[in-house]
């Protein structure tokens, strides 16, 4: 099992640009998310699947968009990138039961100039 | 909104002493996860406490979840160096709820 793949793993854009962020799992886990990393703020959930074709908002929703349409994949969508968003972004997955293991990805470290 | 405060914020430790890191709920919590994050990678699951009161211990590593369930700690007995790295809680509100509240972190180093 390759666990939870991110890509890219570096990512600079400039403001107004929109790019995907890649997330794929391969353990047929339910549960997927998005969270942003910054420094001293630890991790803020994005936006969050249940399954394949359920999304909802987390804490930190505005200015991304995601869509679940396969178990395994959970891309997010920057639609007009701002600084702001430069931060460190990890995709996360967890089976269906509350005691299951949640698992991150390796991250995707964005600069927005 | 729900917050999950962690302190310290930074903990510098000689190597062999211990090192104890809190995490305060303002709600109260279905359930208590603790993740390890090495400097450059990402968070790694540690432990899940569920039960009110409940105590697990992994090795040098003692986890406790408080009576009120709003509160919980991690305590490592005689750090090493491979212990370095950010140690965050995570709390869940409710079963159903998937949604988990990250602290904010304790960075920990070592000194040898």
């Known amino acids: 099992n390759a666990g939870v793949t991110q890509t890219p793993k570096f990512q600079v854009l400039k403001t107004g640009q929109s790019m995907t962020l890649q997330c794929a799992q391969d353990?047929?886990?339910?549960?997927m998310s998005w969270y942003r990393q910054d420094p001293g703020m630890g991790l803020r959930l994005i936006h969050y699947?249940?399954?394949?074709?359920?999304?909802d908002q987390g804490e930190v929703p505005n200015g991304y968009n995601v869509s679940r349409s396969t178990t395994e994949d959970f891309p997010l969508r920057l639609l007009s990138a701002a600084p702001s968003q430069t931060s460190v972004y990890f995709c996360?997955?967890?089976?269906?039961?509350?005691?299951?293991?949640?698992?991150f990805g390796p991250g995707t470290r964005l600069t927005v100039l | 909104g729900q917050q999950v405060m962690q302190i310290p914020q930074y903990q510098h430790v000689q190597e062999g002493e211990d090192f104890t890191t809190y995490c305060n709920s303002s709600t109260t919590l279905s359930n208590i996860q603790w993740y390890k994050q090495r400097p450059g990678g990402h968070p790694v699951f540690l432990i899940q406490l569920v039960k009110s009161g409940e105590v697990k211990k992994q090795k040098r590593l003692t986890f406790q979840f408080g009576e009120a369930k709003k509160n919980s700690s991690l305590h490592i007995t005689a750090t090493q160096t491979t212990d370095v790295g950010t140690y965050f809680c995570?709390?869940?509100?409710?079963?159903?709820?998937?949604?988990?509240?990250f602290g904010t972190g304790t960075r920990l180093t070592i000194i040898p």
């Open positions: 353990m047929n886990h339910e549960y």
């Open positions: 995570a709390g869940r509100r409710g079963f159903g709820n998937e949604k988990l509240t």
């Open positions: 996360a997955s967890k089976g269906g039961s509350s005691v299951d293991t949640q698992y």
């Open positions: 699947s249940v399954g394949a074709g359920i999304t």
